[in-house]
T-cell receptor, first 114, second 109 residues
Framework: SAVISQKPSRDICQRGTSLTIQCQVD?????MFWYRQQPGQSLTLIAT?????????ESGFVIDKFPISRPNLTFSTLTVSNMSPEDSSIYLC???????????FGSGTRLTVV | RKEVEQDPGPFNVPEGATVAFNCTYS??????FFWYRQDCRKEPKLLMS???SGNEDGRFTAQLNRASQYISLLIRDSKLSDSATYLC??????????FGKGTRLSVIA
């Protein structure tokens, strides 16, 4: 299965600032997915990033708040813009489906907004 | 009704015990089913896919009941290292993966 390098692993940010999270995959993949996992909750899909087209956002998530780049088939970034404490969460990228139909996740970015 | 429901636990079991987790899903068109394991402060990792006929991987057995829209995971001879949160995940094909909130397992020496 694919190997994903995600960074930063964690950050503490001031409200009103922005943070860009990067994911690098060791193989070319058509779709990359960005998730949020709030404390004690399960994963919620933010958007699907396809190379060469705009990302597709899920209900409740907008491009102005979570702009995504997908410049090639192995890399994507998610920016959390104009952050507030409510954005404190773990953000994960994912690719798939791979073998057995499952999905592989990056190691996550633990974001705290103060 | 939530799309994927799991008993949140925690399940506290002694080493060597057998423990079973259940998961129900609401979308009858769901096509693929998975169990993921998530350790504290780590990303989810695929534990096993769930097939209609049921499947086994060592101490782990997964079963699917499409009629009842029900998935189960059985862990035999529990080890300390099995302590984690187990996520039930459902793939309906054209819609995003749906994750349950997870069931927390603590295996105690």
């Amino acid at each position: 299965s694919a190997v994903i390098s995600q960074k930063p692993s964690r950050d503490i940010c001031q409200r009103g600032t922005s943070l860009t999270i990067q994911c690098q995959v060791d193989s070319q993949v058509t779709m990359m997915f960005w998730y949020r996992q709030q404390p004690g909750q399960s994963l919620t899909l933010i958007a699907t990033a396809n190379q060469g087209s705009e990302a597709t956002y899920e209900s409740g998530f907008v491009i102005d708040k979570f702009p995504i780049s997908r410049p090639n088939l192995t890399f994507s970034t998610l920016t959390v813009s104009n952050m507030s404490p409510e954005d404190s969460s773990i953000y994960l990228c994912s690719v798939g489906p791979g073998g057995l139909g499952g999905y592989t996740f990056g190691s996550g970015t633990r974001l705290t907004v103060v | 009704r939530k799309e994927v429901e799991q008993d949140p636990g925690p399940f506290n079991v002694p080493e060597g015990a057998t423990v079973a987790f259940n998961c129900t899903y609401s979308n009858s068109a769901s096509q693929s089913f998975f169990w993921y394991r998530q350790d504290c402060r780590k990303e989810p990792k695929l534990l096993m896919s769930v097939y209609s006929s049921g499947n086994e991987d060592g101490r782990f057995t997964a079963q699917l009941n499409r009629a009842s829209q029900y998935i189960s995971l059985l862990i035999r001879d529990s080890k300390l290292s099995d302590s984690a949160t187990y996520l039930c995940v459902v793939d309906s094909g054209n819609t995003p993966l749906v994750f349950g909130k997870g069931t927390r397992l603590s295996v105690i020496a």
